[in-house]
């Protein structure tokens, strides 16, 4: 029983490559969600998907794009990397409002 | 505008004494809040939550207290240990539904043998 997966777990990026961040579950939750960690900035929701087929902008999107393939993998796109977006990126996943979510081990990813 | 606030960034305590981590909100609507710890390298894992029906939620060495008039909850571990030093989250979820957690900055707990 995996819980959420989270691919790669590294990465280095040069600004202006794309890369896809693949996120997995297998809890059968219906929400989905994306955050990233910067120091002394807590976690900052990029988006999120409350269901199969649907997803919502948080409060950090720009820079992202986000796919709900299925139920189960919800991936996070960077188009054109910058600098800035240098950061720990996790996956979580709920079972229900008032339910904990279930975090990944994170991506870390850094752009130069 | 920060809806849940953690304004210590970090705190020492001695192994075997308390640790108190503190957390303050501006949205008076919240009605549930949780604490995650986090570990270096790995995701967060959650380690308590409270009801705003109640003032005090107890498991184990952690206890988290609600003072809704303050809008203030606190996170007490008693006895701390080593193992503890890790980064706390406090977080709430803004409205009913499918809306995401918000979550404070963190604070770092180290606990020194």
């Known amino acids: 029983n995996a819980g959420v997966t989270q691919t790669p777990k590294f990465q280095v990026l040069k600004t202006g490559q794309s890369m896809t961040l693949q996120c997995a579950q297998d809890?059968?939750?219906?929400?989905m969600y994306w955050y990233r960690q910067d120091p002394g900035m807590g976690l900052r929701l990029i988006y999120y998907?409350?269901?199969?087929?649907?997803?919502d902008k948080g409060e950090v999107p720009n820079g992202y794009n986000v796919s709900r393939l299925n139920k189960r993998e919800f991936s996070l796109r960077l188009e054109s990397a910058a600098p800035s977006q240098t950061s720990v990126y996790f996956c979580?996943?709920?079972?229900?409002?008032?339910?904990?979510?279930?975090f990944g081990n994170g991506t870390r990813l850094t752009v130069t | 505008d920060q809806q849940v606030k953690q304004n210590s960034p970090s705190l020492s305590v001695q192994e075997g004494r308390i640790s108190i981590l503190n957390c303050d909100y501006t949205?008076?609507?919240?009605?549930?809040f949780l604490w995650y710890k986090k570990y270096p390298a790995e995701g967060p894992t959650f380690l308590i939550s409270?009801?705003?029906?109640?003032d005090k939620n107890e498991d184990g060495r952690f206890t988290v207290f609600l003072n809704k008039s303050a809008k203030h909850l606190s996170l007490h571990i008693v006895p701390s240990q080593p193992g503890d030093s890790a980064v706390y989250f406090c977080?709430?979820?803004?409205?009913?539904?499918?809306?995401?957690?918000?979550f404070g900055k963190g604070t770092r707990l180290s606990v020194i043998a």
């Open positions: 979580a996943t709920v079972r229900h409002y008032n339910s904990p979510l279930h």
């Open positions: 809890m059968n939750h219906n929400s």
């Open positions: 998907s409350a269901s199969e087929g649907t997803t």
């Open positions: 949205n008076s609507m919240f009605d549930y």
């Open positions: 409270i009801s705003s029906i109640k």
């Open positions: 977080a709430a979820p803004p409205n009913s539904g499918n809306t995401p957690l918000v």
